[in-house]
């Protein structure tokens, strides 16, 4: 392999391992946040104790998770000038800004203040403590803007200009990069896919344990003195978390329905290679098909539409996504392909100065399937929201093996379904690593052209020494959370003589 291609696989590995913490740190610091907001403002002793002993809980995962997303995130920054030095030379006047503001602004409110909540518990007053975690709520956030900010000038690039001189891109106005009309589209679909991921991890702690406890109760007898305390567990600790899970994730389905339909809109307009690559509409259609089932040859890994068949197609879905209207004509691969080699050139100079025919279709099969494995895999959590729903209706509780089993399995669900969506945003921009703004294509750079030229082998012991790291990172990830969500929660305890629940103390409450 060339080492454009090492240095893809090696961005592309680390950047879909280290995602697969960014949603949860995202998503889990918000719903901690409200969960500690019921505590604070309960009136009901029981149900305080109940919020602060979640809050505490799933505070301590949270720990874990923002932990291993600070080691496996600053490996990103230095690919940029190992990996990609002519990609960091030519945009990084612009690209660098919002990079900055993440440093600067979010993650100084995430690291700060989360270590003001971690040390702040019974020390700080009981309304400012609040406030440390919603702090840390809102820099997680802000940290997902900057980053989606600077992603989306590779989509779609604003506020800058090229300099002929240097051949740079230089940037002009930093609002213009920060109101991107692509990072306000995509900003609010990467947070619901945060949400998502966040919730369905609370919904399927929350009910293992509910059903753990709901059959312990039945075990020893709801009306003896343990059953009855294993079934409160169940019904008044876990069964308003599980509750709590599944209408944070009701929220975010809407809003990630919502928000992709905008941002699909607006890609068809920006990028309409990259979604007439995820349907494999290769002709130019009018009333084109929704693609459910589309098989090829080998040559569709090459970029080659001649082998594709579709199987199963909803008529005039695609065009009603692209514009809704059931009419649209939308063009197809080969068509635009045609067309980019005419404005763009047949062939392009790589950074070797050698001349290389220009491809400017994406791996059709990656694009394809990303794009479904994305909608499909969020699914699941809808299949766990109603049967968690039915299953706790009317104060009740579950001891059904086969719903806490699948509560568990359906977790990373929405982790791979956040991840095969970077996939196909990334993958489908090929062959750009800048794509050209139809309005301005000045600024434009494909792949081949921003990357180091550098040997292949420095590049294949860089890949081979970050896998085994984040290997062992992963495993180490993996044990902890799974030890810390199978303690559960701390149980309360009433003291016999003041009737006074306890609190106990988690390894960051000093």
Not at 193 to 219: E, P, Q, Y
Not at 459 to 476: M, N, Q
Not at 480 to 493: K, M, N
């Amino acid at each position: 392999m060339e080492a454009l291609d090492l240095a893809r696989w090696q961005f592309g590995i680390t950047t879909v391992y280290h995602f697969l913490f960014v949603p949860l740190t995202i998503g889990l610091s918000l719903l901690v946040a409200v969960m500690q907001t019921f505590s604070v403002f309960a009136k009901d002793p029981d149900r305080k104790d109940a919020w602060t002993r979640m809050t505490k809980f799933f505070g301590s995962l949270l720990v874990l998770n923002f932990a291993i997303g600070i080691a496996t995130g600053i490996v990103q920054e230095f690919q940029f000038g190992l990996n990609w030095s002519e990609y960091a030379r030519y945009v990084g006047d612009v690209f660098g800004a919002p990079l900055a503001l993440e440093g600067l602004i979010a993650f100084f409110l995430e690291s700060v203040f989360l270590g003001l909540w971690i040390f702040g518990w019974n020390k700080l007053p009981e309304k400012i403590h609040l406030l440390t975690i919603w702090a840390v709520a809102l820099g997680t956030t802000c940290s997902a803007y900057f980053i989606v900010a600077a992603n989306s000038f590779m989509q779609h690039p604003v506020g800058a200009t090229l300099n002929p001189e240097t051949g740079r891109a230089e940037l002009d106005s930093l609002w213009a990069v920060l109101t991107n009309v692509t990072t306000l589209a995509a900003f609010p679909h990467v947070i619901a896919g945060a949400w998502l991921v966040a919730a369905a991890f609370v919904t399927g702690i929350a009910s293992w344990h509910m059903v753990k406890h709901h059959r312990a109760a039945d075990d020893v007898g709801r009306d003896t003195g343990e059953g009855s305390r294993q079934h409160e567990l169940a019904r008044g600790l876990y069964r308003p978390t599980v509750r709590f899970g599944v209408l944070a994730m009701v929220l975010a389905a809407i809003a990630l329905v919502v928000s992709g339909d905008q941002q699909a809109q607006i890609m068809f307009k920006q990028q309409p290679m990259k979604m007439a690559s995820a349907e494999a509409l290769c002709e130019t259609e009018t009333g084109a098909s929704f693609s459910i089932l589309t098989v090829g040859g080998p040559d569709a890994f090459a970029q080659d539409c001649s082998s594709i068949t579709h199987l199963i197609e909803v008529p005039y879905v695609t065009s009603f996504l692209a514009t809704h209207t059931f009419d649209a004509t939308l063009q197809g691969v080969d068509e635009l392909n045609a067309q980019a080699q005419e404005e763009f050139g047949s062939t392009v100079t790589d950074i070797h100065g050698n001349q290389v025919t220009a491809e400017y279709r994406p791996n059709l099969f990656v694009t394809y399937w990303s794009f479904r494995l994305m909608m499909g895999l969020a699914a699941f959590s809808g299949v766990v929201a109603l049967w968690a729903l039915w299953a706790t209706r009317k104060g009740r509780t579950t001891g059904s093996r086969a719903f806490q089993w699948f509560t568990v399995l359906a977790i990373p669900m929405p982790f791979f379904a956040n991840s095969a969506g970077w996939v196909f945003t990334e993958m489908g921009r090929q062959p750009w690593v800048v794509h050209p703004n139809p309005d301005d294509p000045t600024v434009r750079l494909m792949t081949l052209q921003g990357v180091s030229s550098h040997p292949a082998g420095w590049v294949v012991a860089s890949l081979i020494a970050f896998t085994l790291v984040y290997g062992v990172l992963a495993v180490v990830w993996f044990l902890l959370i799974r030890r810390t969500a199978l303690q559960g929660a701390p149980l309360p305890h009433r003291d016999p003589d003041t009737g006074q629940l306890d609190t106990p103390v988690l390894s960051f409450d000093y």
